[in-house]
């Protein structure tokens, strides 16, 4: 069993920034593995956010390229994300999930069954809401 502890999440403005934070306990090394941010907006599907493999190569989905920023911190078992200028259509759960390698197959459209079925472990999820 491994234990991913997010928080970061809020209620903040448009414009406004947030930083996500997800903490793997001990046992699960994420210095060699596949991370990612998904999202699950009320009553839409799971997408995926950002995502870092172990060569430390970043993904963007586009509408939220040069405006969030993954990153982790090898040494806290920690993967970051940081949400600048954020927007109304942010609104989401959000979701961190770390896996050997990187799915083959696109999110299902529930969060938690893409994490199930493609990861190793994965959090509860952290509420972010972007009010206009």
């Known amino acids: 069993e491994v234990d991913v502890v997010v928080s970061g999440g809020g209620s903040v403005q448009a414009g406004g920034s947030l930083r996500l934070s997800c903490t793997v306990s001990?046992?699960?090394?994420?210095?060699?593995?596949?991370v990612a941010w998904y999202r699950q907006p009320p009553a839409d599907e799971c997408e995926l956010v950002s995502s870092l493999d172990h060569e430390s190569t970043e993904y963007y989905t586009d509408s939220v390229k040069g405006r969030f920023t993954i990153s982790k911190d090898n040494s806290k078992n920690t993967v970051y994300l940081q949400m600048d200028r954020l927007e109304p259509e942010d609104t989401a759960m959000y979701y961190c999930a770390a896996g050997t390698t990187a799915p083959i197959s696109p999110p299902r459209f529930l969060c938690t069954l893409t994490f199930y079925n493609d990861f190793k472990a994965w959090g509860q999820g952290t509420q972010v809401t972007v009010s206009s």
């Open positions: 001990a046992g699960f090394d994420i210095h060699e593995s596949f």
